[in-house]
């Protein structure tokens, strides 16, 4: 079973991590990291990567946290944070007034896409049908999240689109151009998102997960 510590635990950067597999040892630092939004976790970096076991999780500290820290680094990362996500909210999709009418009783495939014009730093979600615009907004790194935990941009403008337009809503498919923001470091992305889609809209892309 994986060890879970908090950012405040101290000796946790220290403490020699064991592969319960092929015996591996070594810290937090030395195995197969990779950082999500709440927590960053630790693999073992010599078995195989689709197969190797989880060995450590440290959890972020909230914005709160870092605030009531006192400490100066802490608190002024947490009040940069804050002033992203509001900027973020303030103009980004949150509800179904904000997208046009598309009249017809068809089904509707809509494009998740990605607009580098501003620089590959600074990407823009856009959503379409078609050649028409519906949305655009900053894109969010690894914005699939996780289905079901509130932590996926994806499936919350999956949602917004299903408010919109009802069941006429069939997919949202990503393309390339805005695969490496989507998914970003999760291998299990496409899977992922195949389920939101089935749960949202009913329907389900067999190349995108298996049973």
């Known amino acids: 079973m994986s060890r879970q510590f908090h950012y405040s635990d101290k000796g946790w950067e220290s403490e020699i991590l064991e592969c319960p597999i092929c015996h591996w040892k070594g810290m937090f630092h030395q195995g197969a990291t990779c950082t999500y939004a709440d927590f960053t976790d630790c693999q073992c970096p010599n078995c195989d990567i689709f197969t190797r076991p989880m060995l450590a999780i440290v959890m972020h500290p909230t914005w709160q946290e870092m605030l009531d820290s006192g400490r100066p680094d802490d608190v002024a990362r947490a009040q940069e944070l804050i002033a992203k996500s509001e900027a973020f909210w303030a103009v980004a999709l949150t509800k179904p007034e904000q997208l046009p009418d598309i009249p017809g009783d068809d089904d509707l495939y809509f494009t998740w896409d990605a607009d580098y014009s501003e620089g590959k730093d600074q990407p823009r979600t856009v959503i379409r049908n078609g050649d028409q615009v519906l949305?655009?907004?900053?894109?969010?790194?690894?914005?699939?999240?996780?289905?079901?935990?509130?932590?996926?941009?994806?499936?919350?403008?999956?949602?917004i689109l299903k408010q919109k337009y009802s069941d006429r809503v069939r997919d949202l498919l990503p393309t390339k151009a805005s695969e490496m923001w989507l998914y970003g470091d999760k291998l299990s992305g496409p899977m992922f998102r195949g389920r939101i889609v089935a749960s949202v809209f009913g329907s389900r892309d067999e190349g995108d997960f298996g049973e």
């Open 135 to 159: 949305f655009s907004e900053a894109a969010s790194w690894e914005a699939i999240g996780f289905p079901g935990d509130g932590s996926s941009r994806y499936e919350g403008i999956c949602k």
